[in-house]
C-alpha cells in the first residue's frame, strides 16, 4: 500500500493548528529553522501558542516573528540570548518562560517521542532547576508573579557507585511538531544536515503530529537506510520547500588577515 504524506503548501501543512496549541520547534541557532512553516503559522493567525525550542529565533527570524507578533504565551527554552523582544516580553510580564538545561531538553522531547512520561538526572541538582525558584513570569512592573516549582530529588548509583541525587524531568508531549530537514521521502523519512540534527529530531519524535519541510524531496527507496535520522513512522505531514531558500547566519565572523599575521 503506497503511502503519501506530502501537502501541497506550507498553509496546508499549519491548517490545524489551534489557538493555545502546543509545539515543539526544531533547530540550533538559526540552523534547521523551518521558517516556511513558521511564516504560514504567523499568516494563520493562531495564537496563545506554547512553544518547546532551544532558542527563539532572532528578532525578525524564525521564531522571533511569532513573538513579535505576540502569539506565543509561553516559551520553553534553553537559550534566550539573541533576542531582545523575548528578553524584553519576558522581563515585562508579557511572556512566561521555562529554562531547560540544553540536553535535559532534548532528553524531554526525546523521552516524550519515546513514551516515557518521565526520567531522572542530574543536571540541575543542587541548583535553583532543582530546588525551584526560577522567576517563570514578572508583572509590568519587574516584580516576580511566578517562580518554578521544586523538582523530586532521589538518590541513586552513580557512575562510580558512589550514591549522588538525581533530580525527576518529565517529558514533552507537544500537540505538534515543526522541523527543517535537508531531503526527505514522501513515507516521512528525514536526513537532517549537520547542526540543524541537534534538536530536530527528538522535537519531531515528541509531537502528536510532526510537519517537516524538506529541502529536497525524493521517492520511497531513494534515501538509504543507514543514513536515515529520523524514520517517517513519526512524520505526519512532510513539505518541499526547495534548495534556494533563505539561511540567514546569526553571527558572521571573518578572518582580518593570514593565520601568520595574527
Not at 130 to 144: F, M, S
Amino acid at each position: 500500500m503506497s503511502v503519501n504524506k506530502t501537502v501541497a503548501t506550507a498553509a496546508e501543512a499549519v491548517a490545524t493548528i489551534g489557538d493555545g496549541a502546543t509545539l515543539a520547534v526544531g533547530g540550533f541557532g538559526l540552523s534547521g529553522n523551518p521558517i516556511q512553516l513558521i511564516e504560514a503559522l504567523l499568516d494563520q493567525g493562531a495564537s496563545g501558542l506554547t512553544i518547546a525550542s532551544n532558542n527563539a529565533g532572532v528578532d525578525d527570524w524564525g521564531l522571533g516573528l511569532l513573538l513579535k507578533a505576540g502569539r506565543i504565551k509561553k516559551m520553553i527554552s534553553s537559550y534566550v540570548g539573541e533576542n531582545k523582544e523575548f528578553a524584553r516580553q519576558y522581563l515585562e510580564g508579557e511572556l512566561e518562560l521555562e529554562l531547560v538545561p540544553q540536553g535535559t531538553l532534548a532528553e524531554k522531547l526525546r523521552a516524550g517521542g519515546s513514551g516515557i512520561p518521565a526520567f531522572y538526572t542530574r543536571a540541575g541538582v543542587g541548583t535553583p532547576v532543582a530546588d525551584g525558584g526560577i522567576p517563570t513570569r514578572y508583572d509590568t512592573e519587574g516584580k516576580i508573579l511566578q517562580e518554578s516549582s521544586p523538582k523530586e530529588v532521589r538518590p541513586f548509583p552513580g557512575p562510580d557507585g558512589r550514591i549522588v541525587s538525581y533530580a525527576l524531568e518529565e517529558s514533552i508531549v507537544p500537540d505538534f511538531s515543526l522541523v527543517h530537514a535537508a531531503r526527505g521521502d514522501r513515507h516521512g523519512n528525514l536526513v537532517f544536515n549537520k547542526a540543524a540534527r541537534q534538536f530536530s529530531p527528538p522535537a519531531a519524535m515528541a509531537g502528536r503530529v510532526c510537519i517537516a519541510q524538506v529541502e529536497e524531496l525524493v521517492e520511497p527507496g531513494e534515501l538509504d537506510p543507514d543514513q536515515v535520522h529520523l524514520p517517517g513512522i513519526f512524520v505526519h505531514h512532510v513539505l518541499e520547500v526547495g534548495t534556494e531558500i533563505d539561511k540567514p547566519i546569526e553571527k558572521r565572523t571573518v578572518s582580518t588577515g593570514s593565520q601568520e599575521e595574527n
